[in-house]
């Protein structure tokens, strides 16, 4: 029984470096405390929707996010949004519709059952629009860079001068945090370029926050729902299996032997 | 299947059980007697027969909302992730469940391996193990391919590009793999179809590989012929049962816990960007499960003879009955196999942390000594050693020390081993 | 072995049992629910359709939930057939005011309550709807009146915009 414990424990470690190790280098990114994170880590509803502000105001611009729905925004567990506010929001986007009955597409205001507009029709028309680079979809944006919601959020804030000696082409810019450090996209946060509908003051650091709140409740959206559940079923799995092991111990009391 | 003939007790079981005896075999089942000795180690029968069913059962759901192809994969996972009800713990319990398959089949067979389980006269018992280690490589592989991101696309490509170093045909076979010129709407559609039937086959492959267990019976910690049914067995139900239950659930908070807290922490980030033909992955990493392996490929300069080492890694095992020439099999009382047992546990633990290194450098000579190490155990240390080594005495029943006299040194030896 | 002892033993095994059995409950409803209506679905509730250029005695159909649905812009002999009905001499009875708040128009569900099928314009017995596979005649209302039909087409939830939108559900 120790020996298995104590085996799994040591396995756990393994499986734990292993999947350090296979992350690439590590990088010392700034960190703040998200309060997503742990057992019982859930989304701060002002954060999302101020998040959301920051990335309508400013990353939809260039960044589609193709896998999410205005109605998300007034879901459980997201934004929280009320249905008329999520109305509303997808209201003041146009969407193309059709065709109708004259076999011609026509421009509608979106429903909540419509997805995110996207800033450019295709994939080539963003590149031409960007000096030949793809501004990626952030739909799952944050699972898909290795550092998660601390890379993004030193990303927004890791823009500074050029190392002396470096030398970076029109339309490239330094980051500290970028793979490579550099970037094409240029530094898109400056204190005070949105203002909040709450009344936060916009400083650089609590925008990055808060659209790497955004940004991380869009990749996971059954976040919250995950944890409670897991807490759950976690407990109930220990309850159950206090009661095997009491059950075993008394069936393999009939006879003499151990277990 | 049974040399004493059972009978059920009502007229319809009989009626039943004479034109088809699933009832025998039930009765089979229960009371197989099982050594009573059998540790821990043992449960990973129960808890792989778990991880198959869990992933056959997620794998239909899944199957339900996918498509299988190349410009709706991706989105049809995402799909599952945000609209599909509990899609996303369906989902989190799948591919963390591939994970947690491989692990239990890891110590599935490092424990045949320790306890002498795959010699005489259970040869075909791990074969047939072998065959479903193959094969779930094999599922892995396609499942990890299904997704249609960066990692599923560029490791499609990798490992399919493994046939070209086949002489003469290996283009051809490739073409062929992919019905096309690159992984492409044809692969990903074969592919799927493959990791739809291939579970199949497993599960068909584990009923003979019980079957093939239930002729000679278990094999225990100290590895004796012993008399069954007599005081060193129990029957399987619910001595068995309870603590494969137990066992089990054990792995299940475990399992839990990376499906709920940390569901990615065991995949690749790259995989959540859309498969892109024209942009490759900085480092391109298999799943940790194959990094063994990948380091063996890697190791080997030449592009044939790598394919051949890690090909040859994986059937080296299937001719390991032979090539094992000792009598003995429990390494309780083999005190030199038993050393060389922990050093290739060590060895494969490192040949698959430089699996997920990048091939340079101080990685790379690690990862070639350790495969020639690898290689030498099976080949040299393993047939020299059955003629070399000197054994402790191996006792007569498990029950000995419990109904003799003295407990002999081999006796002590085998409890000391218990409580390490 | 005591009675007490054996009573404790009982109850440990019917405990573990019975958390065992619960849980094995709770897995299995995540298995079955993936299989009804996702949440992307479900928001595909409501459909507008432009009914500006339809005649009188005109019926276009259009896809709702997957389903077509019969807009007819009846003429007034179909609506005073449709509204001159006994209630006695239908087999589900449902007054036509009732089934077509604004006469003129007939929004239903083109799907017949026999086993599905979609019915035929303008054909049958009753000058309505006629489902092919199994001959359920329909009237101008959409009401039953012949053959193995338990119901009425079905009228959806559905509400006039403005004067030339019609919006399903």
Request: aromatic share 12%; charged share 20%; with cysteine.
């Amino acid at each position: 029984m120790k020996t298995f414990i104590k085996f799994c424990s040591i396995l756990g470690l393994i499986l734990s470096i292993f999947s350090q190790s296979s992350a690439a280098e590590k990088v010392d990114y700034l960190k703040t405390d998200w309060t997503f994170k742990g057992l019982f880590g859930k989304f701060d509803r002002g954060s999302l929707q101020r998040g959301y502000q920051v990335y309508t105001e400013v990353c939809a611009a260039c960044h589609s996010m193709k896998y999410l729905s205005y109605r998300n925004l007034s879901e459980k567990g997201g934004p929280e949004f009320s249905v008329e506010q999520a109305k509303a929001i997808a209201a003041s986007f146009e969407v193309i519709d059709g065709p109708n009955a004259d076999g011609e597409m026509f421009t509608r205001p979106a429903k909540l059952s419509d997805k995110f507009v996207m800033p450019y029709e295709n994939e080539k028309a963003a590149q031409a629009a960007n000096g030949g680079a793809y501004p990626p979809d952030m739909s799952v944006l944050v699972k898909a860079r290795g550092g998660g919601v601390d890379y993004i959020y030193s990303l927004l804030q890791g823009y500074e001068k050029a190392p002396d000696g470096m030398i970076l082409d029109e339309g490239v810019h330094y980051n500290k945090y970028m793979y490579g450090n550099k970037i094409k996209m240029s530094a898109p946060l400056s204190d005070g370029i949105i203002e909040y509908g709450d009344g936060t003051p916009a400083s650089v650091e609590q925008m990055s926050k808060d659209v790497t709140t955004f940004l991380m409740w869009a990749a996971e959206p059954h976040l919250e729902a995950r944890h409670r559940m897991g807490f759950k079923a976690i407990i109930y799995l220990i309850i159950l299996t206090t009661l095997v092991y009491f059950s075993m111990k008394k069936i393999w009391s009939r006879i003499e032997s151990e277990v | 299947m049974s040399e004493h003939e059972y009978k059920p007790k009502s007229k319809v079981g009989q009626w039943f059980n004479d034109r088809l005896p699933l009832l025998t075999l039930a009765n089979h089942l229960t009371d197989y007697p099982t050594p009573k000795n059998l540790n821990y180690w043992w449960t990973f029968g129960g808890i792989l027969t778990f991880c198959l069913i869990t992933q056959i059962i997620t794998g239909l759901t899944l199957a339900m909302h996918y498509i299988a192809h190349a410009d709706m994969a991706f989105e049809s996972v995402e799909h599952i992730m945000r609209d599909v009800n509990y899609g996303w713990l369906i989902r989190y319990i799948h591919a963390n469940g591939a994970s947690m398959f491989f692990l239990a089949v890891y110590i599935h067979i490092f424990r045949s391996l320790f306890y002498g389980s795959y010699k005489s006269p259970r040869e075909i018992i791990w074969i047939l193990g072998i065959i479903i280690y193959l094969l779930m490589m094999a599922a892995a592989f396609m499942g990890y391919v299904l997704p249609w991101g960066q990692m599923s696309f560029w490791g499609a490509t990798v490992i399919t590009n493994l046939f070209s170093a086949i002489p003469l045909v290996g283009e051809g076979i490739v073409t062929w793999l992919w019905g096309g010129y690159s992984v492409d709407n044809p692969t990903l559609t074969r592919f799927f179809t493959l990791h739809y039937l291939i579970p199949f086959l497993i599960l068909g492959l584990v009923v003979l590989h019980i079957w093939a267990l239930h002729v000679p019976g278990n094999n225990n910690p100290v590895g004796i012929d012993i008399k069954k049914p007599s005081k060193d067995t129990v029957p399987f139900h619910p001595y068995i049962v309870i603590k494969d239950g137990f066992a089990l659930l054990m792995f299940m908070i475990v399992f839990a816990f990376f499906v709920f807290y940390s569901p990615n922490i065991l995949g690749h980030a790259d995989n959540y960007i859309e498969a892109n033909p024209m942009v490759t992955p900085a480092h391109i990493v298999p799943e940790w499960y194959l990094l063994p392996f990948y380091a063996i490929l890697r190791s080997v300069p030449d592009k044939l003879l790598g394919v051949v080492a890690m090909l040859s890694a994986i059937l080296i095992l299937a001719v390991l009955p032979w090539l094992d020439t000792s009598k003995i099999r429990s390494a309780v009382f083999r005190p030199l196999y038993r050393q060389f047992y922990w050093i290739l546990v060590a060895d494969v633990l490192i040949l698959g942390y430089v699996g997920a290194m990048p091939a340079e450098g101080l990685y790379l000579l690690i990862a070639r000594v350790a495969t020639a190490y690898y290689f030498l155990h099976f080949l040299v240390i393993l047939p020299v050693l059955g003629f070399k080594e000197k054994t402790i005495p191996i006792p007569l029943s498990i029950t000995e020390p419990v109904l003799g006299g003295n407990p002999n040194l081999a006796m002590a030896k085998q409890k000391e081993s218990k409580i390490e | 072995m005591s009675e007490k002892k054996t009573k404790r033993r009982d109850f440990l095994f019917t405990a573990t049992t019975a958390v065992g059995a619960v849980g094995a409950a709770a897995v299995v409803w995540p298995m079955i629910d993936q299989m009804n209506p996702d949440a992307s679905v479900k928001a595909l509730a409501s459909t507008e359709v432009d009914v500006s250029s339809l005649n009188p005695g005109n019926t276009i159909t259009v896809l709702w939930r997957g389903k077509p649905v019969f807009i007819r812009r009846r003429t007034q002999d179909e609506i005073d057939e449709a509204r001159s009905v006994k209630m006695e001499d239908l087999i589900h009875p449902e007054k036509d005011e009732d089934r077509a708040k604004n006469p003129e128009w007939l929004v239903m569900l083109g799907v017949c309550t026999h086993l599905g099928c979609v019915p035929l314009n303008d054909k049958g017995d009753y000058n309505g709807w006629f489902c092919p596979c199994h001959g359920s005649h329909y009237d101008t209302s959409g009401r039953i009146r012949k053959g193995p039909a338990p119901w009425n087409m079905e009228i959806p939830k559905y509400e006039f915009v403005n004067a030339n939108t019609i919006k399903i559900g």
